[in-house]
């Protein structure tokens, strides 16, 4: 389901591994940023797997943690956004907030939809899949997905990526309705989101263009007010005619009580003659009885028999596992294939076939599916591709099907963890660099009747209040209530408990800014030497200091490693060492605002060396030689100038700003060596003169 060439599993067509796409296609350049909606999900697995894929982590969190910490902060700091949006059931669990965790409420509904969108500076890859970012979602179940690479010369049509980067920010606007900015991780969405088209420019293809394609692709989008699953099948089948026959692919349906109106509508979009309906589902033989129990309701068959004027044949198929597999896996993939003699429609996506799956009644949720259509005559090809794909089955003997009436555990139905109301808004971190930490609630209006006593607990101090209340309300209930934050590290989220509430609520927690975040343990205040051996070495930075440190425990090392009594003036070629791989570094073309910021301001950036100078120096005239040196060095810097990162100009004038702090940080007037002083004001002044 794939205009790329993915990874095939043990070579069968139509199978791929969903975890490869996370990584980037050839000549992709550096990562800019991510953004992955999903219904249940896991934190781990997102940053462990599919984050470290996309970031080109070589780290394992389980064999080496302390590299893995150094090297996910080193690489997460320099993208723009990492963010995944969650169903508000299952937004929770303790993470690194260097990407951020976003619920959604709905009212009468929930966030279904499973699209990862992928920026690289040289591509940007859409998939939209079944599969929720858990482990049994892209390890596990029998899942189905569809990839979409946009890079220069590409052959993915535009109106895709432009229609779900569309439908991502509704989901935005859902969350902050108009008039009220989006702040923290919102904002960072809101920015990425905005970026993709024109990073994109000419990237794909346009609507005539891709309808000339052997296979054409349009996007099934689902909200609250939109058109259903079946007007839009409709209107992308729109040929003359109507299909003959509908298969069905689904893990759920409509409880058997309910009137299936997902059963009904198929039947309105098919010939009123001659057409026939098949349902692909898990069955189970009952031990002992010619019977096979198909996991659906009877109203899928009934609907067929109760339809006006038509002869419809229906039939049930159960769902096995391919040869090659020594296992039966869950069934969670879903899908439509529409077909007639001379066309073929296949809808692939989060959608079950329920009514709030595919847009009918009073819940509906929001969903996100591709439509891949294609001529059987014109494309034999085109077709076995997409056929390839569908899953391996067996149709259940008429004499031996039953249906599953009980009512079954359907994941259209809202459960999991207690759901926060919507009275508390945003949690969000800020600091300087760990310093005069505070977190700032965001709350709408007043707090619901049902809603009273409320309190808020740490994720690691579930008996101790952070904040209540009868606290806010002395405070004048404040919509923006901000609270001083004492820990060293910043908080994933909280606890929220209210009178006569079943259980606690999770809030989670966003940083304002990325330079808010106070580096790890191994990374902070490293001592200069150990900034200048970085400096020098092209290695990585988890490659770097960290593998020497392990014979130490893992821990930092406490010093020099050599001997410091004749500091920088006596050991010039290493300094010129240092600052020449200090000047390699900036010359490299700069992906992202944020990489910019780390390469200056991280706590292995131009900055900490100033810093760990001012620190560590033995005498003035030590201190203003090397900051001298720097600054100079960074008015000397030449940015690459490269197609679809940062412009050099921009690159050039951070630069500046920061050799004019570092000339501001030298107090040359207090230098008693006449010849260091001139030499000193010399540099500084043409430091200060390039502009």
């Not at 002992?288 to 129990?293: A, D, N, P, R, S």
Request: proline share 7%; with cysteine.
């Amino acid at each position: 389901m794939s205009k790329r060439k993915m990874k095939k599993t043990d070579g069968q067509p139509g199978y791929g591994k969903l975890l490869d796409a996370w990584e980037p296609p050839d000549e992709a350049g550096e990562p800019i940023g991510c953004l992955v909606t999903s219904y249940t999900f896991s934190p781990d697995f997102f940053e462990e797997e599919c984050l470290g894929r996309f970031l080109g982590m070589e780290t394992d969190p389980q064999e080496n943690a302390p590299a893995y910490l150094i090297e996910r902060e080193d690489k997460a700091a320099r993208i723009s956004c990492a963010a995944a949006i969650v169903d508000q059931h299952h937004a929770k669990g303790a993470r690194s907030l260097r990407w951020d965790l976003l619920p959604v409420r709905l009212a009468d509904g929930i966030l279904h939809a499973k699209i990862s969108l992928l920026h690289w500076t040289n591509a940007v890859r859409l998939i939209v899949a079944s599969a929720n970012v858990t482990e049994d979602g892209y390890r596990r179940n029998r899942e189905v997905f569809g990839v979409l690479d946009y890079t220069e010369g590409g052959e993915a049509p535009l109106a895709c990526l432009t229609d779900c980067v569309e439908f991502l920010r509704s989901i935005v606007r859902l969350a902050h309705p108009e008039g009220r900015p989006a702040k923290g991780g919102w904002g960072r969405v809101e920015r990425f989101l905005a970026g993709i088209r024109p990073a994109a420019g000419e990237w794909g293809l346009t609507g005539s263009q891709a309808a000339r394609q052997p296979i054409r692709i349009r996007p099934i989008l689902i909200a609250p007010r939109g058109p259903d699953v079946f007007r839009q099948l409709a209107a992308v089948w729109s040929s003359k005619g109507l299909p003959n026959s509908a298969e069905i692919i689904s893990p759920f349906f409509d409880p058997p009580e309910a009137d299936n109106q997902p059963a009904k509508r198929i039947l309105d979009i098919l010939r009123k003659s001659a057409a026939a309906v098949s349902y692909y589902s898990e069955a189970e033989d009952v031990p002992g009885e010619e019977i096979t129990l198909f996991h659906g309701p009877r109203s899928l068959d009934d609907s067929a028999k109760a339809s006006d004027n038509r002869s419809v044949a229906t039939s049930f198929c159960r769902v096995c596992r391919e040869k090659r597999e020594k296992s039966d896996r869950p069934l969670h993939a879903k899908g439509i294939w529409l077909t007639d003699d001379k066309k073929v429609l296949y809808m692939v996506g989060s959608s079950n076939f329920t009514s709030a799956g595919t847009g009918l009644g009073r819940q509906v949720n929001l969903e996100a599916n591709l439509a891949y259509s294609t001529s059987l005559r014109g494309s034999r090809t085109a077709y076995k591709e997409l056929q390839a794909s569908f899953v391996h089955s067996e149709k259940i003997d008429k004499a031996r099907l039953r249906f599953l009436e009980q009512p079954m555990v359907n994941e259209d139905d809202p459960t999991g963890e207690l759901m926060l109301p919507c009275f508390f808004d945003e949690a969000i971190y800020d600091s300087d660099q760990g310093n005069n930490a505070k977190v700032t609630f965001t709350f709408n209006g007043d707090p619901p009747a049902n809603v009273t006593g409320w309190q808020v607990k740490t994720e690691d101090e579930p008996s101790a209040l952070f904040a209540y209340e009868a606290s806010w309300r002395a405070c004048g209930s404040p919509v923006e209530w901000q609270l001083s934050w004492g820990k060293p590290r910043p908080p994933s989220g909280f606890l929220v408990a209210w009178d006569g509430a079943p259980g606690q609520a999770w809030w989670p927690v966003n940083v304002a800014r990325p330079e808010a975040l106070p580096p790890p343990d191994q990374l902070k205040d490293l001592p200069l030497e150990v900034l200048l051996d970085l400096l020098s070495s092209a290695r990585s930075i988890h490659k770097g200091w960290l593998p020497r440190a392990n014979g130490n425990g893992g821990k930092r090392p406490d010093g020099p490693k050599v001997d410091a009594s004749g500091f920088l003036l006596q050991r010039t070629r290493r300094v010129s060492k240092a600052l020449d791989g200090l000047r390699e570094r900036l010359e490299k073309a700069t992906p992202t605002p944020e990489c910019l910021a780390w390469r200056l301001r991280g706590p292995i950036g131009v900055m900490a060396v100033a810093t760990a100078i001012e620190k560590e120096g033995k005498s003035d005239g030590e201190k203003a030689f090397l900051l001298a040196e720097i600054a100079l060095e960074l008015c000397r810097v030449k940015p690459a100038e490269k197609a679809g990162y940062l412009p050099a100009a921009r690159v050039r004038k951070e630069l500046r700003a920061v050799a004019r702090e570092l000339c501001d940080m030298v107090k040359a007037d207090t230098l008693t060596d006449p010849k260091l002083r001139e030499y000193v004001q010399t540099a500084l002044a043409a430091a200060g003169r390039v502009r």
